[in-house]
């Protein structure tokens, strides 16, 4: 639990200075002619601890604080004691290459926020818990369904364009997330189709 509250504190501390200084966020975001053309690598991982508003990092660090403090201990007891800093990472990274190479050569285009990683979080729980209810908007929702239509959601706010929100990060942070643990742990595709096939609400 401890890691998830670090990442969880260290972003929000960021994110809450970026609010105030533009000049910071303007640093820390995705900008792809940046990475290209000044070589600045970090904005492929330092965009996902700067949001564009409060609601935006208080729905991404909600969803980590509940799901991150659950999934923790997988990765740092199967691939050590950063084991689970090393998959969020790795979920910034994934989710927002496509993006980056889609637009390295567009000065307009803008993208920032954790959702990406925090996808490949949720995700790996629903590899576990397929069945486990989540509360969206106080309203309990089995993990399975709330995957489907977040996805769906995803695609389609991707197709709409406009903002600085990266939906399509969603979307490839997912499949990282269940690419990543399907093969750190091949058995859990097995516990899977298990517990798909026998439906427990709220197990």
Not at 72 to 88: D, H, M, Q
């Amino acid at each position: 639990m401890l890691t998830t509250l670090a990442i969880l504190a260290i972003t929000c501390i960021v994110s809450f200075a970026a609010f105030k200084d533009r000049k910071l966020m303007q640093r820390l975001l995705l900008w792809p002619p940046a990475v290209e053309k000044k070589h600045e690598y970090w904005r492929l991982v330092s965009y996902g601890l700067v949001h564009a508003d409060g609601q935006h990092l208080l729905f991404n660090m909600i969803t980590l604080f509940f799901f991150g403090r659950a999934m923790e201990g997988l990765y740092n007891f199967a691939l050590g004691p950063l084991g689970f800093v090393g998959f969020y990472l790795g979920g910034l990274l994934v989710s927002i290459l496509p993006t980056y190479i889609k637009n390295r050569h567009n000065p307009n285009y803008y993208s920032l926020g954790a959702s990406g990683a925090v996808s490949a979080v949720l995700f790996a729980f629903i590899l576990w818990r397929p069945w486990s209810m989540i509360l969206v908007f106080v309203i309990p929702v089995p993990a399975i369904l709330y995957a489907i239509a977040f996805l769906a959601y995803s695609i389609y706010m991707d197709h709409r364009g406009g903002g600085y929100v990266n939906h399509s990060a969603h979307s490839w942070g997912a499949a990282y997330g269940i690419v990543f643990t399907v093969l750190m742990d091949p058995r859990i595709t097995v516990v899977f189709m298990q517990q798909l096939m026998h439906p427990g609400f709220g197990g």
